[in-house]
Structure formats: structure tokens, C-alpha cells
């Protein structure tokens, strides 16, 4: 079988249209990771994979299967060497971005995968696009990506994608510094922090968008220097973003129920809590980075915080959960000794980088 495999391969850049075609189907079913054929086909990756970003350019049946191999190879670091390219990124954008593409979705998809490398989020950031009108008039790729993302919700810009796995893309780039700078400034064309359209979808019925909505949230958090504009209510005013998914329906004292940010003050009898495990850790998470400034500390207490994390305390289930609850009120609850901006250890961040990752590779499409 191995040698039909890699007779197959061949076939993939034949000059007849239908030959490449039937070749890339057939290839799509060894792709998976539960395929025994999968590590022959990443030993040959340094021919396979420019034929299959070749393929990407033609037409749409056979650039779909193209992008679904790629997808599938792609949880490999190799493979991904192999995709850090510059000029095959830009493309893979342009694909998402085209109005009433019919693969924007697994192009996201695959970027989603591809950015599982640091070298490919430095090229996203420093990539350059020209404006599209009805979308966006910046000059920066990643500007392109966060409106496609922000305006595309339930198929709002291209009625054939949604972009959730776009949030999957920010919760990569964020995990560089230069992406987490990147959210928290003001872009140049609007003046508005890209954090700020990301942000807003903590409770999306979509548990692709909103979970890495949450880390990228939770990864903007490490930026201890901008914890004042991250909460501040004029400027970036992500607490209330971090806080609805973790309240319910409780009550709350009127004193303590005012001081709570607006957002939260209005919410239906009915409210639910978010019920995935892995995004309320990646929420507590992020609340327990904001209170390693004093700033933050101090403006979670003043916002009723703690009553909220209580709330959820008394009726979370999950051990290490609750254990984190009880991390972030020991802060609040602390003596002060006074002001001081504290560094989260390089080391710690890229453990918990490196843990969520696992969980947001996207593979096995056949």
C-alpha cells in the first residue's frame, strides 16, 4: 500500500485538471492522524506540501480537499515548517477574506493550525493588506482578520463562513508579545483596540469563538504595564467580558449589586453560567493575572469581584476550578503593602500557553 501512496503523489501536480482532482481525494482519506499512512506522507512532506499548497490555487472542489490534507497534516511541527511561508499566508487570508468565499471557513481553519508556530504569527502581524472596501480601510493584515471576524458573526459578511475559528488564530497570535500589543493598541485606521471587537463574543453560542475569544482575553492579561487600560470602563473595558460568562441568576446585596460593572447589573432571571470547564478555568485565569498589579487588585475589589467569584464558588463542581476561585479572593482579601506592577514569569506563561494548545488543534477531517 505504501508504494501505491506514493505513486499517488505523483499524480497531484499532472497537468489534467481531473487526474490532480481524483489524486487529492484519495489522498484526503491517509491524511488523519488515525491513518497508519500519515507518517509516510509527512516523510515526504518536502515534495507533498508544495503540491498541496499548489492545489490550493485550483478550483474550488479541489482546493477544499487541498485545505482539508493540510489541516490534517498540520498538528506536525515539520509540516508546519513547511507551510511558514509568506506568500502562501497571504493567500490562505486572501481565501478568508473574499466576500461569498466558499472557503473562508476551512482556511480558517488551517490558520488556526498554522499559528501554532511562532514564525507564522510574526509574518500575520507584520503582513500588509491593501484596503477592501465594505470590510475594512487599514493597511494591516490582522486588521483585515478581526473585522472579517467582528462583522461576520452568524454569516453577517459572507453568508458561506462564520470565521469562529478565527478566535482560534487571536488566541495564537496573543500568545506572542507583539500580538498581545497588538490587541490592546489603538489600530491606526479607527482608533479602536482590537481587543475591544474580540471581546464581545465571551458568550457566544459557538464554543469554538468564544473559548478562544477567552484566551485571547486571557493572554492580553500577561501585559501587567496595561492592566489599567485593559479594565478602565473608557478604555478597553474587558472585565465585564470576563465576568458575565462566570454569573448566574443569584441576587446580590443593592449596595454590592451597583457597584458591579454596568453590563453585569441588567442580566435575565434565566442567565446561565458557562458550562464548558476548560473556558471558566481560562476566565478565573485571567481575573487571577489582572490582581498581580495593585491597580487591578483595587479595581476588582472596587467592582464586587469577589461577590461574583463566591457566587460561583458555591455552586462550581469542579475541584480545581473552585480551588481557583479561592486563588483569586486570598488576593483580593490581602493586606497591601502598596503599589507595584508584578511581572508574570516568561516561564509560567508558556506552560499554560503550551497546555490550552493541546486542546485547539483541529484535525481529522476527512
Not at 512532506?45 to 490534517?72: F, G, M, Q, Y
Not at 498538528?75 to 461569498?100: A, G, M, S
Given at each position: 500500500?505504501?508504494?501505491?501512496?506514493?505513486?499517488?503523489?505523483?499524480?497531484?501536480?499532472?497537468?489534467?485538471?481531473?487526474?490532480?482532482?481524483?489524486?487529492?481525494?484519495?489522498?484526503?482519506?491517509?491524511?488523519?492522524?488515525?491513518?497508519?499512512?500519515?507518517?509516510?506522507?509527512?516523510?515526504?512532506?518536502?515534495?507533498?506540501?508544495?503540491?498541496?499548497?499548489?492545489?490550493?490555487?485550483?478550483?474550488?472542489?479541489?482546493?477544499?480537499?487541498?485545505?482539508?490534507?493540510?489541516?490534517?497534516?498540520?498538528?506536525?511541527?515539520?509540516?508546519?515548517?513547511?507551510?511558514?511561508?509568506?506568500?502562501?499566508?497571504?493567500?490562505?487570508?486572501?481565501?478568508?477574506?473574499?466576500?461569498?468565499?466558499?472557503?473562508?471557513?476551512?482556511?480558517?481553519?488551517?490558520?488556526?493550525?498554522m499559528t501554532k508556530h511562532e514564525p507564522i504569527c510574526v509574518k500575520l502581524l507584520e503582513g500588509e493588506a491593501k484596503p477592501l472596501p465594505g470590510l475594512c480601510e487599514s493597511n494591516r493584515l490582522m486588521d483585515h482578520l478581526v473585522e472579517a471576524f467582528h462583522r461576520g458573526h452568524k454569516k453577517a459578511y459572507n453568508p458561506k463562513a462564520e470565521f469562529n475559528f478565527l478566535a482560534s488564530v487571536?488566541?495564537?497570535?496573543?500568545?506572542?508579545?507583539?500580538?498581545?500589543?497588538?490587541?490592546?493598541?489603538?489600530?491606526?485606521?479607527?482608533?479602536?483596540?482590537?481587543?475591544?471587537?474580540?471581546?464581545?463574543?465571551?458568550?457566544?453560542?459557538?464554543?469554538?469563538?468564544?473559548?478562544?475569544?477567552?484566551?485571547?482575553?486571557?493572554?492580553?492579561?500577561?501585559?501587567?504595564?496595561?492592566?489599567?487600560?485593559?479594565?478602565?470602563?473608557?478604555?478597553?473595558?474587558?472585565?465585564?467580558?470576563?465576568?458575565?460568562?462566570?454569573?448566574?441568576?443569584?441576587?446580590?446585596?443593592?449596595?454590592?449589586?451597583?457597584?458591579?460593572?454596568?453590563?453585569?447589573?441588567?442580566?435575565?432571571?434565566?442567565?446561565?453560567?458557562?458550562?464548558?470547564?476548560?473556558?471558566?478555568?481560562?476566565?478565573?485565569?485571567?481575573?487571577?493575572?489582572?490582581?498581580?498589579?495593585?491597580?487591578?487588585?483595587?479595581?476588582?475589589?472596587?467592582?464586587?469581584?469577589?461577590?461574583?467569584?463566591?457566587?460561583?464558588?458555591?455552586?462550581?463542581?469542579?475541584?480545581?476550578?473552585?480551588?481557583?476561585?479561592?486563588?483569586?479572593?486570598?488576593?483580593?482579601?490581602?493586606?497591601?503593602?502598596?503599589?507595584?506592577?508584578?511581572?508574570?514569569?516568561?516561564?509560567?506563561?508558556?506552560?499554560?500557553?503550551?497546555?490550552?494548545?493541546?486542546?485547539?488543534?483541529?484535525?481529522?477531517?476527512?
Open positions: 500500500m505504501e508504494g501505491q501512496i506514493i505513486e499517488l503523489l505523483e499524480f497531484l501536480h499532472q497537468p489534467r485538471p481531473e487526474i490532480r482532482a481524483l489524486a487529492v481525494q484519495q489522498l484526503t482519506t491517509f491524511t488523519p492522524k488515525t491513518s497508519e499512512y500519515q507518517p509516510l506522507l509527512i516523510s515526504k512532506r518536502e515534495t507533498l506540501i508544495p503540491d498541496l499548497k499548489s492545489l490550493c490555487h485550483d478550483d474550488t472542489v479541489v482546493a477544499h480537499e487541498a485545505i482539508k490534507c493540510l489541516i490534517n497534516l498540520s498538528h506536525d511541527p515539520r509540516i508546519l515548517q513547511e507551510l511558514d511561508d509568506k506568500y502562501f499566508l497571504n493567500f490562505l487570508c486572501l481565501l478568508v477574506l473574499i466576500p461569498k468565499s466558499v472557503l473562508a471557513d476551512a482556511a480558517c481553519m488551517l490558520l488556526s493550525n487571536f488566541s495564537n497570535v496573543s500568545g506572542i508579545r507583539a500580538g498581545r500589543v497588538y490587541f490592546i493598541e489603538d489600530a491606526p485606521h479607527d482608533k479602536l483596540a482590537p481587543l475591544t471587537k474580540v471581546q464581545i463574543f465571551t458568550e457566544d453560542s459557538n464554543v469554538i469563538r468564544r473559548g478562544g475569544v477567552d484566551s485571547t482575553i486571557k493572554n492580553c492579561c500577561f501585559e501587567t504595564r496595561q492592566h489599567e487600560r485593559i479594565l478602565e470602563a473608557d478604555k478597553l473595558n474587558t472585565l465585564p467580558f470576563i465576568l458575565l460568562p462566570l454569573c448566574g441568576s443569584e441576587e446580590y446585596d443593592m449596595e454590592e449589586f451597583e457597584q458591579f460593572p454596568e453590563e453585569i447589573q441588567l442580566l435575565d432571571d434565566d442567565k446561565k453560567r458557562e458550562t464548558d470547564d476548560v473556558l471558566r478555568m481560562i476566565l478565573l485565569e485571567a481575573l487571577l493575572l489582572l490582581t498581580h498589579t495593585r491597580f487591578g487588585r483595587d479595581y476588582l475589589r472596587q467592582k464586587q469581584v469577589y461577590r461574583v467569584i463566591q457566587k460561583l464558588h458555591a455552586v462550581e463542581k469542579n475541584e480545581d476550578i473552585k480551588e481557583k476561585c479561592v486563588a483569586i479572593v486570598d488576593m483580593l482579601i490581602r493586606d497591601e503593602a502598596g503599589p507595584e506592577i508584578k511581572e508574570i514569569e516568561e516561564d509560567k506563561k508558556k506552560e499554560e500557553e503550551e497546555e490550552s494548545d493541546d486542546d485547539m488543534v483541529i484535525e481529522e477531517i476527512v
